[in-house]
Antibody
Framework: EVQLVESGGGLVQPGGSLRLSCAAS????????MDWVRQAPGKGLEWVAR??????????EYAASVKGRFTISRDDSTDSLYLHMNSLNTEDTAVYYC??????????????WGQGTLVTVSS | DIQLTQSPSFLSASVGDRVTITCRAS??????LAWYQQKPGKAPKLLIY???TLQTGVPSRFSGSGSGTEFTLAIGSLQPEDFASYYC?????????FGGGTKVELK
């Protein structure tokens, strides 16, 4: 059974930093691209970042709203995904989800999601 | 960036109703369009991908259609467990974007 379990959320002051983790199990983690998606309270979904698999050199993509402040990384030896967040501001307050990217020559989707971890940026 | 416009934002319906939600893209997305269902306090759940392919385990009352820039999610006969929010997502180009969501409420 595929499982994604996020951790590391909490209360942080504006300008602070936080590292989120996502523990994956039930599938060959190293084969998959992985993404972070966030959802501000009462708002819609916003894609945050992607990291490709080793075959694609672990390259990354970011939303403009976080580029230069957030860093996505992974450790395939421990089946873990990370999101390092710096220079946090109140607009970063959200539930952060990790998700698995499914794709082939025809299909693309986020097929599995974690339960989310809440990040609150407030003084 | 590709903008996705979902309509309606809110939908009031009864059990047994057929409902449709539309997602319009600001440019063509090669049918790389997915639909998700989200219930309060829960993670999104994949329903449909590549515009019309039903995810394994999703009831057949859900269906997706469309191509180019206009896509539709239909629920054939609304069940009590279907009252939730629904989001479309384009996976054609970066940044990946979501529609604003449609909340389906009990009339």
């Amino acid at each position: 059974e595929v499982q994604l379990v996020e951790s590391g959320g909490g209360l942080v002051q504006p300008g602070g930093s936080l590292r989120l983790s996502c523990a994956a199990s039930g599938f060959t983690f190293s084969d998959h691209y992985m993404d972070w998606v966030r959802q501000a309270p009462g708002k819609g979904l916003e894609w945050v970042a992607r990291i490709r698999n080793k075959a694609n050199s672990h390259t990354t993509e970011y939303a403009a709203s976080v580029k230069g402040r957030f860093t996505i990384s992974r450790d395939d030896s421990t089946d873990s995904l990370y999101l390092h967040m710096n220079s946090l501001n109140t607009e970063d307050t959200a539930v952060y989800y990790c998700s698995r990217y499914y794709y082939n020559s025809r299909d693309r989707a986020f097929d599995y999601w974690g339960q989310g971890t809440l990040v609150t940026v407030s003084s | 960036d590709i903008q996705l416009t979902q309509s309606p934002s809110f939908l009031s319906a009864s059990v047994g109703d057929r409902v449709t939600i539309t997602c319009r893209a600001s440019q063509g997305i090669n049918s790389y369009l997915a639909w998700y269902q989200q219930k309060p306090g829960k993670a999104p759940k994949l329903l449909i991908y590549t515009a019309s392919t039903l995810q394994t385990g999703v009831p057949s009352r859900f269906s997706g259609s469309g191509s180019g820039t206009e896509f539709t999610l239909a629920i054939g006969s609304l069940q009590p467990e279907d009252f939730a929010s629904y989001y479309c997502q384009q996976l054609d180009s970066y940044p990946l974007t979501f529609g604003g969501g449609t909340k389906v409420e009990l009339k």
